[in-house]
């Protein structure tokens, strides 16, 4: 109780400082919801605008329709939330730009029964310490459909904790670059 308590307190400091805001609409139905604000702008060029979601997952806003219906099942965690929200959207493709974030694999077994796709795509460099290796030892069942990695090993080592289809892209970002030809210099 005392723990609930805390999280409780902590979540309203969250939500005090970051200054979210309340929406009370139910969520539209769309094709792609981006999951995490952070990195969205990177897939502008993907998805048409006027059918993609970006769903906040850094307390920018939070939608009371949804909220209650996890009061109503008396769940109220972020898995809940984030798996109701994107039930509501009914896209076919949920993709992020922050693969670090575990409870973004946690959620295509919670939406059971959907033919969603689940895309991450590896937005950095990830090292053996502090960092999403250390969390994966302590989950089990994330599954994600299709995880863009920068290379091989990343992929043999993730593949170890998150069941996924791995194609080896390299840096999505650096992908998007135009080379620029120069002439070289003596």
């Not at 990177?42 to 806003?61: G, V």
């Not at 694999?105 to 796709?117: D, E, R």
């Not at 299709?146 to 992908?175: C, D, P, Q, T």
């Amino acid at each position: 109780m005392i723990l609930k308590l805390f999280k409780l307190v902590k979540l309203l400091k969250i939500i005090i400082v970051n200054k979210t805001k309340f929406i009370i609409q139910k969520p539209l139905n769309k094709k792609y919801v981006i999951f995490d604000k952070v990195g969205s702008e990177n897939f502008i060029d993907l998805f048409e605008q006027s059918n993609t979601y970006i769903l906040n997952t850094r307390f920018e806003s939070i939608n009371i329709r949804v909220l209650i219906y996890c009061i109503l099942e008396l769940d109220v965690s972020l898995l809940n939330y984030y798996s109701k929200y994107i039930e509501i959207i009914n896209p076919k493709i949920v993709i992020t730009y922050i693969d670090n974030r575990i409870l973004f694999y946690q959620l295509k077994k919670k939406i059971n029964g959907h033919s969603i796709k689940f895309i991450s795509v590896q937005n950095g460099t990830r090292r053996s310490k502090n960092d999403i290796f250390d969390d994966l030892k302590n989950y089990k069942d994330l599954e994600s459909d299709i995880y863009f990695v920068w290379g091989e090993n990343i992929a043999r080592e993730l593949s170890k904790y998150i069941k996924s289809e791995y194609v080896m892209l390299g840096s999505y970002k650096n992908n998007k670059r135009k080379i620029l030809k120069s002439k070289k210099l003596k």
